[in-house]
T-cell receptor, first 118, second 107 residues
Framework: QLHLQESGPELMQPSETLSLTCSLS??????????WTWIRQSPGDGLEWIGN???????YYNPSLNSRVTISVDTSKRQVSLSLKSVTAADTGRYYC???????????WGQGTTVIIS | AIQMTQSPSPLSASVGDRVTITCRTS??????LAWYQQRPGKAPKLLIY???RLQSGVPSRFSGSGSGTEFTLAIGSLQPEDFATYFC?????????FGGGTKVDIK
């Protein structure tokens, strides 16, 4: 069974670069029908899709984050990374990584990690 | 971006009630819609994918229907563990977009 675990700083200052890691364990993570996604949730708010990365290395990001976001995968370390530049208080929230499969949706989620920008 | 409108919010119900939640999209997305349940302090959990497919392990009292621009999540007989917030998500086009959520609370 696949397990995802997010990690990263809990408190940051504005203008810094946020770096989060999603560590993968358990089942195979190299299946061609899988992709990885980052989603965030502001306090008391809804869910916002950040971006996807596919087995091919292709990435798709939310235009609302402009060019601040980068998602990457380190297959050897079994990690998916999120980088978000020039953070502001508006980037405060809980960040989740998830596994997606074509047609089947995002079926495995990490527990999330909270980031506060202040 | 595709706009997602979820209703009602909130939704007050009692154990044993049948409840329905609607998600409307600003353009035709076929069946590219999923439903998620989120309990307080927990990650979202996939309930329904492809508009009407029940995720493995999810109780059969949950069902999804619809296509195009209007979708429905139904809970056949509300159980105590079902009091949570429900979100729809379209994965038809980038950027992926979520509905605003429907909190189901105890009447």
């Amino acid at each position: 069974q696949l397990h995802l675990q997010e990690s990263g700083p809990e408190l940051m200052q504005p203008s810094e670069t946020l770096s989060l890691t999603c560590s993968l364990s358990g089942d195979s993570t190299s299946s061609s029908d899988q992709f990885w996604t980052w989603i965030r949730q502001s306090p008391g708010d809804g869910l916002e899709w950040i971006g996807n990365i596919y087995q091919s290395g292709s990435t798709y990001y939310n235009p609302s984050l402009n060019s601040r976001v980068t998602i990457s995968v380190d297959t050897s370390k079994r990690q998916v990374s999120l980088s978000l530049k020039s953070v502001t208080a508006a980037d405060t929230g809980r960040y989740y990584c998830a596994r997606g499969r074509y047609y089947f949706g995002m079926d495995v989620w990490g527990q999330g990690t909270t980031v506060i920008i202040s | 971006a595709i706009q997602m409108t979820q209703s009602p919010s909130p939704l007050s119900a009692s154990v044993g009630d049948r409840v329905t939640i609607t998600c409307r999209t600003s353009q035709d997305i076929g069946s590219d819609l999923a439903w998620y349940q989120q309990r307080p302090g927990k990650a979202p959990k996939l309930l329904i994918y492809a508009a009407s497919r029940l995720q493995s392990g999810v109780p059969s009292r949950f069902s999804g229907s619809g296509s195009g621009t209007e979708f429905t999540l139904a809970i056949g007989s509300l159980q105590p563990e079902d009091f949570a917030t429900y979100f729809c998500l379209q994965d038809h086009n980038f950027p992926l977009t979520f509905g605003g959520g429907t909190k189901v609370d105890i009447k």
